[in-house]
């Protein structure tokens, strides 16, 4: 989910296992914020040390992942939940991954490269424009990936220098192989998307944050695919005579 957790709100609850003490509870800048009826800090809490979320009636409990388990009990536990949810549930950073994306190493083959990575930046515009667990995930989905990798190494197939059909078989079996991580890769997002769009509940965070490790080792993937791809795309072809 996109990063909603600055500006969020406040909630009024209690801290079940603390004397049921009145506080404060607020998300904000990607943290987990709560203080006393005195404004004094209780808990500050990343949002990253949160290891899951469960709703249950009145109560939110918060698993950490090096400290005991907050419970909040609140007269709107719905909206806390859900606030709790778009902050630990963002969309990862992905397009730091693609390093090789707009390098000057492949100058003629830039607009190769745009057309390479133009699928996973057209699903991460996606993702961002969805709302909703189900619309974000589906934004990644690995048949269109699959299909637009399919249609990208054909073309390069199509274009290559040499067009002895002997030739061009060589060629599209080694970029097939040097994309072999990259279907692994979309093959892992395939794995852990369903559950991340529809997760139990007590795995909200948890099938989350797979899928979004999934997806960055999918971005990770391409950008090493791309950069195996370069030496076929440089390549001199073979004198004909």
Do not use: K
């Amino acid at each position: 989910m996109t990063d909603r957790s600055a500006g969020v709100g406040e909630f009024d609850a209690r801290l079940v296992d603390d004397g049921n003490a009145s506080v404060f509870v607020r998300l904000i800048a990607g943290h987990l914020l709560i203080e006393g009826a005195d404004r004094e800090p209780i808990h500050n809490v990343h949002v990253d040390d949160v290891a899951e979320v469960v709703h249950r009636g009145p109560q939110i409990e918060i698993s950490l992942r090096r400290a005991s388990p907050l419970v909040l009990e609140c007269q709107h536990p719905e909206q806390l939940d859900a606030a709790l949810m778009a902050a630990c549930c963002t969309i990862p950073e992905l397009t730091r991954a693609l390093r090789s994306l707009g390098s000057s190493r492949l100058r003629a083959g830039g607009s190769a490269q745009r057309e390479f990575f133009a699928p996973l930046l057209e699903a991460r515009r996606r993702a961002e424009e969805s709302v909703g667990r189900t619309g974000i995930v589906r934004a990644f989905d690995p048949d269109r990936l699959n299909r637009a990798l399919d249609s990208y190494l054909a073309q390069l197939t199509e274009r290559h220098a040499d067009t002895r059909p002997a030739a061009r078989r060589a060629f599209a079996a080694q970029a097939e192989e040097v994309a072999e991580p990259l279907r692994a890769a979309i093959m892992d997002v395939r794995r852990t998307a369903s559950a991340a769009a529809s997760p139990p509940a007590d795995e909200r965070v948890a099938c989350w944050r797979r899928w979004s490790r999934a997806l960055h080792g999918l971005f990770a993937a391409a950008d090493q695919c791309w950069a195996a791809l370069q030496p076929t795309l440089l390549a001199d072809p073979p004198d004909a005579g």
